[in-house]
């Protein structure tokens, strides 16, 4: 009988399939004890959308044909936040062959369509669809939630989840503030949950190989390191809109969430939400999480991140000029002084194809006595005292952005199953965040902040803390839920 209900399900689309095995040879491989049988269609995942930082690489996918998994071993996988990079999570969850998508959430219907539109392509069997993430983390029938919301929506759902027996697998940055990460991982800790962060660059074999080779010592004595992102300026650019009223097929209120309710504009929606500090926390939090948590790696021991002692920025909207919408700034430099050493993080608007040091538009540098080392999403390349190349790695397996993300995602799934610990589990990440979320502090305040590690406080301009990269208060009805 399992085997009858497994073929019934994936057979209640039949006439859909577009696999080169025929339904007869499929009942012929479950008679012969493979039971479970899951479709894998042909050309599957050619017109799935891009996440933000996709650079267009194709992940290596399933090859048409049959995977065979018992039912029983499959994790049951819910999607909050159907955006672009909600999308490129969930494509790379359905390319392994123990997942199976049940639901998918969004308060924007198009986007909750074009995600089931893609589980219903991948399985034959249409998810559910729930707009509001509080009638999806209480269902049975859910064993993982990704949470690919805006920033200002992670910490509530992972949260949630969490509390109801899910584990997770939630966008970078982890939170909106220093204060709500705090809360995420002192829950996920609690319920005793695995908390993967979506930076996959852990999981990239380049970044790994330079990390290692930093800790080495062979660069010698290491005192300044540089991370830096520089933003196209179509993409910095959001200009002045008027208020209007949002699209029908958008829940605002529910979008705006536990942020402060402002008015409806074209331009504060969807992607644009990075440049705005009510939502997120502009280019230091949605590159800076990345680039700096190399940085951090490289000059820690552990996923136990080294922490600044001292923080200040400089910067403001220099591209845009001050009359565009966005509020957070398009020019930044901010500097962290750390124990014998000093990280730089830049951002600015020009040239993509020029960054810093000789780097493309993204990059982490480590400079110490006996050489440099330089990595991107390139590659990787080290220099002796004199600036000279001295060798180029070749990157292992390098299959661009999608490649480190399929090897994340599986790191993950198979800590679900054997309950041990991610490369980028919630409390690294939470340190690696609360270093941007000071960039942005230090600018706000325009003072150099003094950081107590210990007890994630400002020591010297306690007015610092009021700003909204440290805490905000949640829209009632958003609230966060408190331990004990």
């Known amino acids: 009988m399992v085997m009858v209900a497994s073929l019934t399900y994936y057979f209640r689309k039949e006439k859909s399939l577009e696999t080169s095995v025929s339904r007869r040879n499929i009942l012929g491989l ?33 090859a048409p044909g049959i995977v065979v998994v018992d039912p029983q071993d499959k994790i049951r996988v819910a999607l909050i936040g159907c955006g672009g990079q909600g999308k490129a999570n969930l494509r790379v969850f359905m390319q392994q062959p123990d997942t199976l998508v049940t639901v998918v959430c969004d308060p924007d219907a198009n986007r909750m369509r074009e995600a089931a539109d893609m589980a219903e392509d991948r399985y034959d ?6 707009k509001d993430y509080r009638n999806v983390v209480t269902r049975k029938d859910i064993d993982v939630v990704i ?12 949260i949630a989840a969490c509390m109801n027996g899910k584990d997770v697998f939630c966008e970078k940055p982890i939170s909106h503030n220093i204060m709500e990460g705090r809360q995420m991982v002192d829950f996920a800790t609690h319920y005793k949950r695995i908390v993967q962060v979506g930076t996959w660059q852990r999981s990239q074999q380049q970044f790994l190989d330079a990390v290692t080779y930093v800790r ?15 933003q196209a300026p179509k993409a910095a650019v959001l200009g002045k809109v008027a208020p209007s009223e949002p699209p029908k097929d958008v829940d605002y209120d529910l979008w705006v969430g536990p942020a402060a309710m402002v008015p409806y504009q074209s331009n504060r929606l969807h992607y644009n939400h990075r440049w705005y500090y009510n939502f997120a926390g502009g280019m230091v939090g949605d590159w800076g999480v990345h680039m700096m948590d190399i940085v951090l790696l490289g000059m820690s021991k552990s996923d136990n991140l080294v922490q600044p002692s ?65 990595v991107d999403r390139a590659g990787w390349s080290i220099f002796d005292a004199q600036g000279k190349p001295v060798e180029k790695p070749a990157p292992k397996d390098w299959g661009g952005t999608m490649n480190g993300l399929g090897t994340h995602v599986r790191e993950f799934l198979n800590s679900v199953k054997t309950r041990g610990t991610t490369r980028s589990n919630v409390a690294s990440m939470h340190q690696t965040t609360t270093v941007c979320h000071l960039a942005n502090l230090a600018y706000l ?40």
């Not at 012969?32 to 891009?50: C, E, M």
């Not at 069997?125 to 729930?130: G, I, L, M, N, T």
């Open 147 to 158: 949470v690919g919301t805006p920033d200002h929506w992670h910490a509530l759902p992972m």
């Open 216 to 230: 080495s010592g062979k660069l010698g004595k290491i005192n300044v390191c540089r991370a830096w992102k520089i």
């Open 30 to 62: 479950a008679a012969a004890g493979l039971v479970g049988t899951t479709i894998v269609k042909p050309g599957f995942g050619k017109s799935f959308g891009s996440a933000a930082h996709d650079y267009g690489a194709v992940l290596p996918g399933s």
């Open 445 to 484: 305040s325009g003072e150099t902040l003094h950081w107590d590690t210990t007890t994630e406080k400002v020591t010297n301009v306690r007015k610092a803390m009021d700003e909204l990269p440290y805490k905000r208060k949640n829209r009632k009805g958003f609230e966060l839920p408190k331990l004990g």
């Open 125 to 130: 069997v249409r998810p559910a669809e729930v």
């Open 310 to 374: 001292k923080v200040t920025s400089l910067g403001g909207k220099f591209y845009v000029g001050p009359e565009d919408d966005r509020t957070t700034p398009d020019t930044l430099m901010t500097l962290y002084n750390f124990d014998n050493w000093i990280m730089d993080w830049e951002v600015h608007v020009g040239d993509q194809a020029v960054g810093v040091d000789g780097g493309r538009d993204h990059g982490a540098l480590f400079i110490g006595s006996e050489g440099r080392l330089l």
